[in-house]
């Protein structure tokens, strides 16, 4: 065991000790995130938002605020699927030791049992401290003797949140990895006012349905604070300490009327972020107020949006294939259809405006808004969504009424534009080795 421990620690140095010691002290950025993803995650008014039942040990839930211990194994590479981008994070997740090859495995605390079979007698490898984030299973992870160094987990977990237990399908780990490599290798076709943060490690033992995790990395930017990121559902939330939402702070700072800042700030910007990476890419982006983040310089919206967590994007790989798009070998344990919900393309494109980014984010900014303005509802903003998305999509030959029978058919008019667009001829700076 010491010989193995020895050889490893030289190969992957970036992480610490088998010891636990004193959690990290966060810097900057990630105390502003993890302070949004933990006190602002639930709304004030309870009477207007749905809490989810929440079956976890209390210690491991976002509302804890505290520290915990991640536990890895290092389990022979042969016993897993193994799906990764090449980065210096990524490439310490796995060791050559003599003639094997081993591969870092992370548990939750409260998944131990739930792998018992397949971690007995696998080798015990360095300890994580944890710290959740607004989504109990995704924790901010920090390896021990390792405090400048720090990255999201998504485990699977064991326990039954909101009617669902929360482990990963297989097929959510290669399409992470995958969305992840189409996303880089897209970058010169897509805005700058788009951003994601890359999921470089996914790993699914084989012979199991659900399981695995995978790695997220975090800009350094964002770690020190030079990037501050705003989750949207936390745009609209009154923060404990002041009582106010980041949204008040905002009408404050800059003595607009609401309706206005909302128009010009976020549903124009983001219309045109939708139709760029939706039409003109063949991607359509999970809107969900958790999983997309606003940047904030100074308080104030810069204009850039920020995504995370791929299994909810939906690739059409029929549409990027004929328009030219660079091909990749996209990793899929099934196969590309199913991994990749190919059948699902067009609900996908529906979900990401009417299920997440109106019935969620809207939903929330108005009941928000409306205390600051008069004549502010959700029907009021979802209207002056509609009208804006029907005026930028003119520009892509999409010629329609925002009212809700022709907007019913958005998905069908998505389509026809994709069939307009020219070929991607790709610039050499685009050329990414993946």
Same mark, same amino acid.
């Given at each position: 065991?010491?010989?193995? !421990? ?26 502003? $995130? ?17 809490? !989810? ?61 739930? *792998?018992?079979?397949?971690?007995? %007698?696998? =080798? ?11 989504? +109990? ?13 720090? @990255? ?15 482990? #990963? ?14 996303? #880089?290798?897209?970058? +010169?076709?897509?805005?700058? %006012? ?5 999921? &470089? ?16 990395? #975090? ?16 745009? @609209?939330?009154?923060?404990? +300490? ?10 404050? =700072? &800059? ?16 219309? =045109?972020?939708?139709? %760029?990476?939706?039409? =003109? ?35 059409? $790989? ?59 509802? *959700?029907?009021?903003? &979802? ?16 010629? *329609? ?34």
């Amino acid at each position: 065991m010491r010989v193995f !421990l020895s050889t490893v620690w030289t190969a992957v140095a970036l992480f610490g000790s088998l010891s636990f010691a004193q959690p990290p002290v966060l810097p900057e950025g990630l105390r502003s $995130l993890m302070s949004y993803e933990q006190q602002v995650n639930r709304n004030i008014d309870e009477t207007r938002v749905q809490a !989810l039942t929440n079956n976890q040990n209390k210690k491991f839930a976002p509302e804890s605020g505290k520290w915990f211990q991640v536990k890895s194994y290092w389990v022979e590479a042969e016993t897993v699927f193994l799906f990764s981008t090449q980065t210096s994070l990524s490439q310490a997740f796995t060791s050559d030791v003599g003639n094997k090859k081993y591969v870092l495995f992370l548990v939750h605390p409260e998944s131990e049992d739930f *792998y018992a079979n397949f971690l007995r %007698d696998q =080798k015990p490898g360095p300890l994580f401290h944890a710290l959740a984030t607004s989504s +109990s299973r995704t924790v901010l992870v920090s390896p021990e003797g390792r405090p400048d160094v720090f @990255f999201f987990a998504k485990l699977s977990l064991n326990k039954e949140i909101g009617g669902v237990v929360r482990t #990963i399908p297989k097929g959510e780990i290669a399409r992470s990895v995958g969305t992840t490599n189409v996303l #880089i290798s897209s970058k +010169s076709y897509i805005g700058r %006012d788009f951003d994601f943060l890359l999921e &470089t490690v996914g790993v699914m033992p084989k012979g199991m349905e659900r399981g695995g995790f995978l790695i997220r990395e #975090i800009p350094q930017d964002v770690i020190s604070g030079r990037s501050q990121l705003l989750p949207m559902f936390s745009l @609209f939330t009154r923060q404990e +300490s002041t009582g106010k939402s980041p949204f008040e702070l905002m009408i404050q =700072k &800059t003595k607009r009327e609401p309706l206005e800042f909302i128009r010009d700030e976020i549903l124009r910007p983001f219309a =045109k972020l939708w139709l %760029d990476v939706t039409v =003109k890419n063949g991607i359509a982006i999970e809107a969900h107020g958790q999983n997309f983040l606003m940047e904030i310089s100074d308080g104030l919206p810069t204009g850039k949006f920020v995504f995370r967590d791929f299994g909810g994007f939906n690739l059409d $790989l029929h549409y990027r294939g004929k328009k030219g798009f660079p091909s990749l070998e996209l990793p899929a344990l099934t196969n590309l259809a199913e991994d990749y919900h190919q059948k699902f393309h067009a609900t996908a494109i529906r979900q990401s405006l009417f299920n997440y980014f109106e019935a969620g984010v809207l939903y929330g900014l108005a009941d928000e808004a409306e205390r600051f303005q008069s004549g502010i509802s *959700y029907k009021r903003l &979802t209207f002056e969504f509609r009208k804006i998305l029907s005026q930028e999509a003119q520009s892509y030959g999409m010629i *329609y009424s925002p009212n809700d029978a022709m907007y019913m058919s958005l998905e069908d008019l998505v389509m026809s534009a994709r069939r307009q667009m020219p070929p991607r001829i790709a610039p050499l700076c685009s050329r990414v080795a993946l």
